[in-house]
């Protein structure tokens, strides 16, 4: 009796090993790929030059649209576009000069003309030569090419007031430009500047993230590829600590065109494969998932 009952109690646990190693089988099985989850992450750099007056972000920090990363020093800028006005300034007060040159010779060019009319008529009496009318037509077109070219000095000013405006507003804007700002909802993932820091265009300041929206990339064997579509909703999970799952809706967002050899970090369902094929996920986060997390999938 003693040893049947040894028996019976091995027995029962060799069916309770059993049992659980096809749970955890069958559990293991239910994935149909596995992968790891990354996101798209950029650079944002700066496009001013001067002092970091303002850099009030640290790493984890999420970010909304338009919140401030850094405020670069304009002080340099400000004196710039000072000095621009003050040059308008002296190029207005040109303007003056030249039209009092202009109807100086304005009136000039009117006394002419009727010293031409009184000529013609007495020509006409033969109270004048040929000469003196030749002479004063001389004088009114000579009159008339300094009436040009005085107005093209204005033409001149103007254009260089247009110049001077140009530079202004560039002036402006690279001030706009010194204010950098989150372009989207983000993470920040890393910064690369502290304040009062030198920067210059180009500088990196801090690496963004859309952590709300993870992708999860996964790898699929010939086999499974008629199985995959885009816009298809699957079923996405990352390990509990308790052995379980947390479970999300994923969208497949995209399946590649051309296979690829398997990378060496990923299994797929069946051994390995030598060639597969890549897919993105979309997944909604939670705050859960990190990148580099490995995840599993399975296909509705």
């Known amino acids: 009796m003693k040893v049947m ?15 659980l190693t096809s749970a955890c089988n069958n559990n293991h099985d239910e994935a149909d790929v596995w992968g790891n989850f990354e996101t798209r992450d950029y650079v944002i750099s ?17 970010l909304r649209s338009g919140d401030t990363i ?40 009117v006394t002419l003309k ?12 033969k109270a004048a030569t040929e000469k003196q009318l030749d002479d ?21 000013l103007f254009a260089e007031l247009g110049v001077l405006d140009a530079n202004i507003d ?42 709300d929206n ?13 199985e995959v579509k885009i816009g298809q909703e699957v079923n996405v999970r990352i390990d509990k600590g308790d052995g379980g799952y947390y479970e999300y809706s994923g969208t497949v967002s995209h399946v590649a065109d051309e296979a690829e050899f398997t990378p060496t970090v990923i299994q797929t369902k069946e051994e390995r494969v030598d060639m597969v094929y890549a897919i993105d996920i979309r997944v909604k986060n939670d705050g859960r998932i990190k990148i580099g997390m490995p995840g599993d999938v399975v296909f509705n």
Request: net charge positive; glycine share 4%.
């Open 70 to 109: 850094a405020v670069v020093d304009t002080s340099v800028i400000h004196l710039e576009i000072r000095s621009i006005i003050m040059q308008k300034e002296a190029v207005k007060a040109k303007f003056p000069s030249v039209t009092a040159q202009v109807e100086v010779q304005e009136e000039k060019l």
């Open 136 to 156: 004063i037509q001389g004088q009114i077109r000579m009159t008339e090419k300094s009436i040009k070219q005085i107005k093209t000095q204005n033409k001149s």
């Open 170 to 211: 560039r002036l402006r804007d690279k001030i706009q430009r010194a204010v950098v700002l989150a372009p989207a909802n983000a993470t920040v993932l890393e910064t690369f500047v502290c304040q009062h820091e030198l920067v210059a265009p180009g500088k990196p300041l801090v690496k963004l993230a859309d952590m």
């Open 46 to 62: 700066s496009q001013a030059q001067g002092e970091c007056l303002k850099f009030p972000v640290e790493e984890g920090h999420k």
């Open 5 to 19: 009952s040894k028996i019976t109690g091995i027995s029962s646990i060799l069916l309770v090993t059993l049992l």
């Open 214 to 226: 993870m992708v999860l990339k996964a790898w699929i064997s010939g086999n499974q590829l008629s």
């Open 114 to 125: 009727k010293d031409e009319s009184r000529i013609k008529n007495m020509l006409k009496q």
